[in-house]
């Protein structure tokens, strides 16, 4: 186990915090508009993150004095991206009655309401459980949102996929009975509305400490790797014979966060660890969870992840110590494998005689503006027509259970509004995304959501002039090193590295199943576009029949690139 000599903060945090609870109700009693530190930490369980806007700093009067204007971020948690119309319009008001007025769709199948005040975080928490869903465990050092193919396929593969969803979302849920004192009780009765069981000074799984960092658990399909299953700490490939699902195949160690300046940090991919069958895929989770729990680095927060744990002991190591915890040997994995990937964009048939419409979300913002209302479309067509609301990882929706005579209808709702339909965007913009950065999230150290438009804008034009503007490749764009857009595994990645400048990476792939290398460290924004257009000139030039960009890129290496992009570099 982690030496408990050496603990960081945060583990006496949550040690001392009586199972998540701190002082948090004291805070939420106070005047201040902000929450004390050790519960800003505490209440990530929760799903809430304190924020600040950076674009209001040093506004306000006196003499330049630092000033923050503190609000809170929410994130609600929708395992696989289900949710329905009702739940999405009690967001939308949610975000217009207490938020900033923009909703966002994250790339794990979430949603984010941000520019919540302190005074007004326990009525958007109640709301959210009051249409059934929940913000508990989003975010914090416990099992996330659970990630799945969010296709509304109703055939057994998809059953069965959902199942698993669903059940590993309860299995590893925390038992704590803070997030239902402090959010759910309706204190003028002192009743509790619980929506999930257990003892209220008790964590089976978790312990009164929780997880050293962060867990992320992914389910996917060889031929739709959607959700980036590589990228999880925990992965369950479905493995199928005659339309059945008869296990998964187990990868362990995903995880995309770095320090460049911390050299003992790295972005991995999962490995393959072991087959399963679906009796046995929620107690496997429990004792890959157990594991980390107990040997985790709680001494150091850079390198607490699962990942790390694996580097250093090995995988072999792992596999054993999993199998100890679980209590019997594990299979080894399969040969079934990520073949292919599906952005689920557009119209699609669902296999019941209705349909499902993809539709592209740029970047996952839903905001109303002159000239493009998302908000107001979307309340039309839930309120009108009653879809399914599937949020997909490339962060879009998919508007599930459409009658087919109401096509046309539902694409009026959409230009009507001022926005694109999917078939109106350019592929590039299509496997594009961002996180959101400035000027919310605290870690950014430049812009992403905010400027990716404008580089699609570019892109699109020199793709069209060299005839690749029907090449589908992902370009993918953070604010930091913490890659929460998962660029290291793109084909193009974009890494905020200083103010305006960013490090590209060339050689992922959309498969998701191999990383990128650093083309250039530090190129300013203006200069993206002219530093990739004589790459992809070379692409053009030198690519093989069927040869993806990334494919190209991994197989050049950044020598032979820059050689062939310094020979193109005035075309």
Same mark, same amino acid.
């Given at each position: 186990?982690?030496?408990?000599?050496?603990?960081?903060? /945060?583990?006496?945090?949550?040690?001392?915090?009586?199972?998540?609870?701190?002082?948090?109700?004291?805070?939420?009693?106070?005047?201040?508009?902000h929450f004390a530190k050790p519960n800003t930490q505490l209440l990530k369980f929760h799903g809430t993150y304190q924020q600040d806007n950076r674009d209001q700093r040093n506004k306000k009067e006196g003499e330049g004095k630092?000033?923050?204007?503190?609000?809170?971020?929410? %994130?609600?948690?929708i395992p696989g991206g289900r949710l329905t119309s009702e739940q999405m319009i009690a967001h939308l008001d949610l975000c217009d009655t207490l938020g900033n007025a923009t909703l966002k769709c994250t790339t794990r199948q979430a949603l984010q309401l941000h520019g919540i005040l302190k005074e007004n975080l326990r009525a958007t928490i109640k709301k959210i459980n009051d249409v059934q869903l929940s913000t508990l465990a989003a975010c914090g050092d416990v099992?996330?949102?659970?990630?799945?193919?969010?296709?509304?396929?109703?055939?057994? #593969?998809?059953?069965?996929? %959902?199942?698993?969803?669903?059940?590993?979302?309860?299995?590893?849920?925390?038992?704590?009975?803070?997030?239902?004192?402090?959010?759910?009780?309706?204190e003028s009765t002192g009743e509790k509305q619980l929506v999930a069981g257990g003892e209220p000074e008790h964590e089976p799984i978790y312990g009164p400490t929780y997880l050293p960092r962060?867990?992320?658990?992914?389910?996917?399909?060889?031929?739709?790797?959607? #959700?980036?299953?590589?990228?999880?700490? $925990?992965?369950? $490939?479905?493995v199928i014979r005659d339309g059945q699902v008869i296990g998964y195949n187990v990868s362990v160690g995903g995880g995309l966060g770095t320090t460049p300046s911390a050299a003992k940090t790295f972005p991995a991919l999962a490995k393959r660890m072991a087959f399963v069958t679906p009796e046995e895929a929620c107690a496997v989770a429990e004792a890959v969870v157990k594991v980390q729990r107990d040997f985790g680095n709680r001494a150091d927060r850079k390198t607490a992840r699962l990942k790390y744990l694996i580097a250093d002991?090995?995988?072999?190591?792992?596999?054993?110590?999993?199998?100890?915890?679980?209590?019997?040997?594990?299979?080894?994995?399969?040969?079934?494998?990520?073949?292919?990937?599906?952005?689920?964009?557009?119209?699609?048939?669902?296999?019941?005689g209705r349909l499902c419409y993809g539709w592209n979300v740029e970047n996952g913002r839903l905001?109303?503006?002159?000239?493009? %209302?998302?908000?107001?479309?979307? %309340?039309?067509?839930?309120?009108?027509?009653?879809?399914?609301?599937?949020?997909?990882?490339?962060?879009s929706i998919l508007l599930t259970n459409i009658d087919p005579e109401d096509r046309s209808n539902v694409e009026a709702v959409i230009r009507k509004h001022g926005l694109p339909l999917s078939e109106d965007i350019s592929t590039v913009r299509r496997w594009s995304m961002a996180c959101v950065a400035l000027p919310t999230c605290g870690l950014a150290v430049t812009e992403s959501e905010r400027v990716l438009p404008q580089l699609m804008d570019? $892109?699109?034009?020199?793709?069209?002039?060299?005839?690749?503007?029907?090449?589908?490749?992902? #370009?993918?764009?953070?604010?930091?090193?913490?890659?929460?857009a998962r660029p290291y595994n793109a084909d193009i990645g974009l890494v905020g590295k200083t103010k305006d400048k960013y490090t590209i990476f060339l050689g992922g792939q959309l498969l998701g199943t191999r990383l990128g290398s650093i083309y250039q460290d530090v190129v300013h924004f203006d200069?993206?576009?002219?530093?990739?257009?004589? #790459?992809? /000139?070379?692409?053009?030039?030198?690519?093989?029949?069927?040869?993806?960009?990334?494919?190209?890129?991994?197989?050049?290496?950044?020598?032979?690139?820059?050689?062939?992009?310094g020979q193109y570099a005035e075309v």
């Open positions: 186990m982690a030496d408990e000599t050496k603990l960081n903060p /945060v583990e006496s945090i949550k040690s001392e915090s009586d199972f998540l609870r701190g002082s948090i109700l004291d805070d939420l009693s106070s005047d201040s508009d630092s000033s923050k204007q503190i609000s809170m971020m929410t %994130r609600t948690r099992n996330r949102n659970v990630m799945c193919c969010p296709s509304p396929v109703n055939d057994p #593969v998809h059953q069965e996929m %959902r199942r698993l969803t669903d059940a590993l979302k309860d299995h590893l849920a925390p038992r704590t009975q803070a997030y239902y004192e402090l959010w759910i009780r309706d962060k867990f992320k658990i992914a389910v996917a399909l060889p031929e739709d790797n959607c #959700v980036d299953i590589y990228t999880n700490d $925990l992965g369950f $490939l479905a002991k090995g995988l072999d190591w792992f596999r054993a110590k999993v199998e100890e915890y679980y209590g019997a040997a594990l299979a080894d994995c399969t040969d079934d494998e990520v073949h292919g990937f599906d952005d689920h964009l557009g119209w699609q048939d669902q296999g019941d905001y109303d503006s002159d000239d493009r %209302r998302w908000k107001a479309a979307i %309340r039309e067509i839930c309120s009108q027509f009653s879809p399914g609301i599937h949020l997909t990882a490339h962060q570019r $892109l699109e034009i020199e793709l069209s002039k060299l005839g690749l503007e029907k090449e589908a490749f992902t #370009v993918r764009m953070t604010g930091c090193p913490n890659g929460c200069d993206i576009c002219k530093t990739l257009t004589p #790459v992809f /000139v070379a692409f053009k030039e030198h690519r093989q029949s069927g040869e993806s960009f990334g494919d190209f890129c991994d197989r050049m290496g950044n020598d032979k690139l820059h050689e062939l992009s």
